[in-house]
């Protein structure tokens, strides 16, 4: 009996350590397109049968371009190599979301909000660095008065 609780323990634990390794490993990206460009009315099971791996001559070239800036943006782990692009095998299994990557990096009314929504958040760090110096100045300020008129307490003490 122990001995077949053992076999059954160890089976689990090497298919569960096969899966894990499985679904973190690294392979290459690949962009998504939608499978069908006149897309007809049918019952959809999986989300990811709407889509398929994209060929090379199937997509533009400025997506192996851009779509570092996007895995950046979305704080996606990514290995570079030889100007591949390898991604954790994990992340394909959500072709919906390798999709919106993909359609992101060759969008530019995409890239023209990121420009605007750069722009924003720099208008808003200079106010905070702005309120920030301000903020140091007085409390150096403060500091220096109350050092004086420390500095000069001890001198009256001292006379």
Request: glycine letters at 2%.
């Amino acid at each position: 009996m122990k001995k077949k609780i053992f076999i059954a323990v160890i089976s689990l634990i090497v298919f569960y350590s096969a899966y894990y390794y499985w679904q973190n490993r690294y392979v290459e990206l690949k962009p998504v397109i939608l499978a069908d460009e006149n897309h007809t009315r049918q019952i959809i099971f999986f989300d990811n049968d709407l889509y398929k791996f994209a060929e090379p001559n199937e997509i533009s070239p400025s997506y192996y371009k851009n779509i570092k800036w996007i895995l950046d943006g979305s704080r996606v782990d990514y290995i570079e190599k030889n100007g591949i692009i390898y991604v954790r095998n994990q992340f394909l299994d959500d072709m919906n979301m390798v999709w919106n990557y993909t359609t992101r990096a060759i969008s530019t009314e995409y890239f023209e909000l990121e420009k605007k929504r750069d722009s924003t958040h720099l208008i808003y760090e200079k106010k905070c660095a702005d309120l920030r110096r301000k903020k140091i100045e007085s409390i150096l300020k403060t500091i220096k008065t109350d050092s004086i008129k420390f500095h000069e307490d001890q001198k009256n003490k001292g006379n």
